[in-house]
């Protein structure tokens, strides 16, 4: 099946400064990628739609100006988390859309192994 | 709009038992369903999913899965836990049509425990 790789696993970071994530499709090319942030023991929630040579999409009580997302190519998509604070401690998951073979419109999701953040 | 409710944060098997975990789904589109495992500090991976056809879905693990469209219930089982099923579970379905099928919307979670 489809890979999707993501660096760093884990970074920690002083308050104040910025950490850029990586999320790669090894294998595939994607023109959309998800990322999620999870608290623990919660659900994943999705923070934005990366589309590959356009804006991305927020969702709603996302700050854009914060987590700054960039698809610059077909397998690469970056979170850049600015000025980070301890309150975004997290792990963030990538994900992305592979069309399920002989089923249109049906897609599978390909997830990143996340990147455990943590903000001293 | 699409919701899914995952009945139960923990459950506790034993070892050899049967493994139940419960999901409800709310679909304003024909509902495509997924089983999604993750294990600690892990990504998600898909155990099995439902669109069409058979409803009753076999998946990775020994674990299986039942459409039933009148109960809107999409419940995940195995018939013997193995102390390597610990892991959390997310059942999801897809967000809607078009741009919005490669989203999923996600329960909260089950928390598997296996006891020896």
């Known amino acids: 099946g489809a890979v999707v790789s993501q660096h760093p696993s884990r970074v920690i970071c002083k308050s104040g400064t910025s950490v850029k994530i990586e999320c790669r499709s090894l294998?595939?090319?994607?023109?959309?990628m998800f990322w999620y942030r999870q608290f623990p023991k919660k659900s994943l929630m999705l923070m934005a739609t990366?589309?590959?040579?356009?804006?991305?999409?927020?969702e709603q009580g996302v700050e854009k100006d914060k987590f700054l997302i960039n698809h610059a190519s077909l397998t690469l998509s970056t979170l850049t988390v600015t000025s980070a604070h301890p309150e975004d401690s997290s792990f963030y998951i990538c994900s992305a859309p592979v069309p399920s073979s002989g089923r249109a419109r049906v897609y599978e999701q390909y997830f990143g192994p996340g990147t455990r953040l943590t903000v001293t | 709009a699409q919701s899914v409710t995952q009945l139960g944060s923990h459950v506790s098997v034993s070892e050899g038992a049967l493994v139940l975990l419960r999901c409800n789904y709310s679909s304003s589109v024909p509902p495509y369903l997924f089983w999604y495992v993750q294990y600690p500090n892990q990504g998600l991976q898909l155990l099995l999913k439902?669109?069409?056809?058979?409803?009753l879905v076999k998946g990775i693990n020994g674990f299986e899965a039942e459409f039933k469209k009148s109960e809107t219930s999409f419940h995940l089982t195995k018939p013997s836990a193995h102390m390597s099923d610990a892991a959390e579970y997310f059942c999801a379905v897809r967000a809607g049509w078009g741009g919005s099928a490669r989203q999923l919307t996600f329960g909260s979670g089950t928390q598997l425990t296996v006891l020896p």
């Open positions: 439902y669109t069409t056809g058979a409803t």
């Open positions: 294998d595939f090319q994607a023109t959309t």
């Open positions: 990366s589309n590959e040579g356009s804006k991305a999409t927020y």
